[in-house]
């Protein structure tokens, strides 16, 4: 069974940087492309960035560009999210999520394309 267990998350002030991890079991994961999504209170889950199996290529909502990294260590089964210039808008409950099928291009934001989900980790950024 596939688990994603996102840590990390917690309360910063605005300009200040997180990073958070996801650790990933119960499948090849360096085979399949991750994303992170973050939800706020009274909106829709909005995807934040997204990169290969492998690596490669990384996608990104345009509201975090030059702003947030994405990246992956597929020795240590692991996802991360590296957070910078952190603005109040940022506040949210952050998602790590892993594709259907192996291999293929950079995901989309679109959550479909998404099989799996963890259970979100809390970043607050105060103004």
């Known amino acids: 069974q596939v688990q994603l267990v996102e840590s990390g998350g917690g309360l910063v002030q605005a300009g200040g940087s997180l990073r958070l991890s996801c650790a990933a079991s119960?499948?090849?994961?360096?085979?399949?492309?991750m994303g992170w999504f973050r939800q706020a209170p009274g909106k829709e889950r909005e995807f934040v960035a997204a990169v290969t199996w492998n690596g490669g290529n990384t996608n990104y909502a345009d509201s975090v560009k030059g702003r947030f990294t994405i990246s992956r260590d597929n020795a240590k089964n692991r996802v991360y999210l590296q957070m910078n210039s952190l603005k109040a808008d940022d506040t949210a409950v952050y998602y790590c999520a892993m594709s259907y099928a192996p291999y293929g291009p950079v995901l989309t934001g679109r959550r479909g394309q998404y099989e799996y989900w963890g259970q979100g980790t809390q970043v607050t950024v105060s103004s």
């Open positions: 119960g499948r090849a994961f360096s085979t399949y492309n």
